[in-house]
């Protein structure tokens, strides 16, 4: 490519001077001299075919690095992002940006330096032939020339920093908008928009940010064009006082005819050179920009990693959490001096209202966040190990969980139970028939290879079947801790009794925690936690949280209420219409 682009850079000053000698060939011929006007017509010919054999030759090569650069860049950023084990870097709102950024520009910030940097070689390689055609008017010509062509240069370059540095101030406006396009458009939040009549407040929405967005661009916009015309006036003005000065040169005999055309051609070489000089300079900053936040992402540090020599899993798996507190960045604690013993094979339910820190706790366990003060542990008593010690990979190979927030896949079915794991017939079998999945299965067309999701053309499921597919995945992984956070909260009543007895059945000899609202759910458990607010309360089986009758046991009598027709404290009457 770049020996392509040094001959393509050559071709202005080959044409310059092709066109001095034709001049002076024709005029020769004209007053009767002679000139060799055939070598002439097959040097032009020749000129325009290496033009038009170098440009294809390029633009082939330039495709195949497009090719390369862009699975290049965008598999380092997949592999930055398996290198960030926690979640504290992904959850802030800072990184989405950076994300949005580096992931618009990987498609083809790589190539575009590429060319910039090659269409630069070209317009130096282009200057300097074109200057040295200048060289026959005098030496001082091209000197003059490139002089006056260094404001623009330096103006273009300024002006491109400025309009990047605002790209980057606005890009989370830019993914606002895009955002509101999205809901706008996408079929996942087509109920509610049609329901509740959105489009004409996501219309207005839109139409406001982008207006606002376009008012400030415009004015960057705005200020690169009033910026560079002051240095175009000089640029043009140095280029027309040279050509006055051939003109008045051939006038007085000093210069041919040939001699004027090709001042005319070098001076605008030159100028268009230099032109593509100070665009390239600053195509170049900006995209040199995009580099610099790319390697400073791939380079960034995160502060939930596995040590530099792990400690080995202890062979029991007990949870330990020790006066664990913590807080999501500069806000208040989610979690405060939180203790507790989880003996290995034990079932667990961890209750509480909404916002007591039940999920924040199984993220730290997760260590998708280390705890702000406290420890967690691994292991028997007496043996345990801090969970930041271990090899993070190691440690989750040996969970499987059930989010509520669960993701869903586009995928196939097969491959959203088995995410990429080996495929053992018979287990798929067991887990699809523990996770209510194989009720499903008959009903779609290619049951297990039936792509999901709406996005590429696939069978969109309901949230309970989803549900059960997330289910299935969790209990196809061999994991001797299991977390099931709020798993049925999508199920019917039927289907999330046949689940959890299914969970009953596969919870024996694994450690589990479940999340739960409902409180029905929870008899499977040999053990409740209550949090509220943070805070560890009660912990209990079933029958001695009732008798305490602490929080637990208000819970339990207020959904029992909804079932029986009763609320705690408060008699109702014995039937309907009576006093």
């Not at 993070?392 to 669960?406: E, G, I, K, N």
């Amino acid at each position: 490519m770049a020996l392509m682009v040094v001959l393509q850079g050559l071709l202005p000053a080959a044409t310059v001077f092709l066109s001095k000698w034709t001049v002076d060939g024709i005029t020769a011929v004209a007053g009767g001299g002679e000139a060799n006007l055939t070598l002439l017509a097959v040097a032009w010919a020749g000129t325009a075919l290496v033009g038009q054999l170098t440009a294809v030759g390029r633009a082939v090569l330039q495709g195949y690095a497009t090719d390369h650069f862009t699975v290049q860049t965008v598999t380092q950023l997949m592999r930055k992002m398996q290198a960030l084990p926690g979640l504290d870097v992904v959850e802030d709102p800072r990184f989405h940006d950076d994300v949005e950024t580096l992931q618009t520009g990987a498609r083809f910030r790589p190539l575009n330096l590429t060319a910039t940097l090659l269409g630069l070689l070209q317009a130096v390689v282009g200057v300097v032939g074109v200057a040295g055609a200048l060289l026959t008017v005098g030496w001082w010509v091209p000197l003059i020339v490139v002089i006056g062509m260094i404001p623009l240069a330096r103006t273009q370059i300024r002006l491109r920093e400025m309009g990047w540095s605002l790209a980057i101030q606005r890009t989370q406006e830019a993914r606002e908008l895009a955002y509101d396009q999205r809901v706008a458009l996408r079929h996942e939040y087509a109920k509610e928009v049609r329901l509740y009549d959105l489009m004409p407040y996501l219309t207005g929405r839109y139409v406001d940010g982008a207006l606002a967005y376009q008012r400030v661009m415009r004015g960057m916009r705005n200020k690169q064009v009033l910026g560079l015309l002051p240095a175009q006036v000089l640029a043009l003005a140095v280029t027309a006082g040279l050509f006055a000065y051939a003109v008045a040169q051939a006038g007085a005999g000093r210069l041919t005819a040939g001699t004027v055309v090709l001042v005319i051609g070098a001076l605008s070489g030159v100028r268009d050179s230099l032109g593509s000089v100070t665009e390239y300079l600053g195509m170049g900053t900006e995209h040199l920009r995009w580099f610099q936040k790319y390697y400073a992402f791939l380079d960034a540090k995160p502060s939930v990693a596995s040590p530099p020599q792990p400690r080995p899993l202890p062979t029991r798996l007990d949870l330990r959490l020790e006066d664990v507190s913590f807080g999501y960045r500069d806000l208040p604690p989610v979690l405060e001096h939180v203790s507790l013993h989880v003996p290995e094979g034990q079932v667990v339910a961890i209750v509480g209202e909404n916002g007591a820190g039940k999920t924040t706790l199984v993220k730290l366990l997760l260590r998708f966040y280390d705890p702000t003060s406290g420890r967690v542990l691994l292991g028997a008593p007496g043996e345990e190990v801090d969970l930041r010690d271990v090899d993070l990979t190691a440690w989750r190979s040996q969970v499987a969980a059930v989010f509520q927030d669960f993701a869903r896949f586009e995928w196939t079915v097969r491959d959203n139970v088995l995410l990429g794991r080996p495929e053992d017939g018979e287990k798929l079998s067991q887990t699809a028939d523990a996770s209510g999945l194989s009720g499903i299965l008959p009903r779609l067309p290619d049951g297990l290879n039936t792509r999901i999701g709406q996005a590429f053309g696939g069978v969109d499921l309901s949230g309970g079947q989803w549900q059960k597919l997330a289910t299935a995945r969790a209990l196809y992984r061999d994991a001797r801790v299991l977390i099931l956070d709020e798993p049925t909260a999508a199920l019917d009543p039927r289907s999330e009794s046949e689940v959890f007895a299914a969970f009953a059945a596969l919870a024996r000899g694994r450690t589990t925690l479940l999340i739960t609202h409902r409180l029905g759910s929870v008899l499977m458990a040999d053990r409740i936690l209550v949090m509220k607010a943070g805070r560890l309360i009660e912990d209990g089986t079933h029958a001695e949280l009732l008798a305490q009758g602490g929080e637990y046991a208000e819970l339990w009598r207020l959904q029992a209420g909804q079932y029986t027709g009763e609320e705690a404290g408060r008699p109702q009457p014995d039937a309907v219409g009576a006093d």
